[in-house]
């Protein structure tokens, strides 16, 4: 190798920024706004969902014949199944890798909107709602995470808070389909129209989300250094490297800030600078 191919490629090496740092300083790409977007569609069909089942549920109870504890259950157990989906499966993600759970839970949302319309009873109505709020669980947990790791520091907050704003366009969503089906078919069982219309949007979403590549941290923690490079360098848009403290798995959401990180490295805070494996400026 020659001199000069050898000083490029230290030259190449000194400009490849540290990964986690890359992310949480990048500035606010296509990228991002994209990867936003399929992430807050999945919780657009989940404020869906949560609101439809209101329009629905006194055609239930009026099809059914069932009282209002019964019908209460049948209202509560998608809230119910979301509290069990989140605390139970979220866990999935960081095993697996969130790209995958984002088709996942919404296949597990297709399935179980299905089943719901062909409910023969309201107890086999409410276990399958309780099985599809398992995957509306599932998917806030898996989006906030997401977003939480690849979307910048400086615009991480309100741009969560925008995702999960989106829940109120699913909610108007809910209200147009049930006006809608109550004009064009004002039948009694015409709750199983308005709980199957979900699947629509989610077949939508399982299809654009099938290029959301993983989370370029989530590779670096698994060994697959090249994937994680690649990936950050397309929403950070400068070389990174994976360094020792990306590749160490971490209790919550990553920090964004360069005040902890100057903290953990300075020697008299914050542990002293063997907390973090490489300090910036070491």
Known sequence: MSTDSATAIDHAAVRAMPLGEALDGAPMSRFHVRFWLLAGLGILLDGFDFFIIGVANPLVARDFAVGSALQGLISAAAIVGAMFGAALLGPLGDRIGRSRIFRLDLWMFVVFSVLCTLAWDAW????????LGLAVGLDYLIAAGYLAEILPSKNRGRWLVGAFSLQAAGILLGAVVGVVVLNVRPEVDSWRIMLGFGVLPALLIIWLRRAVPER???LAQNGREEEAREIGRALAGVPVTVTGADR?????PPGGSVRSSSRNCSPDGGGGARSSPRCPGS
């Open 124 to 131: 086999s109505l409410a276990a399958f709602r309780f099985a």
């Open 248 to 252: 160490e798995r971490q209790e919550g």
């Open 216 to 218: 370029p941290r989530w």
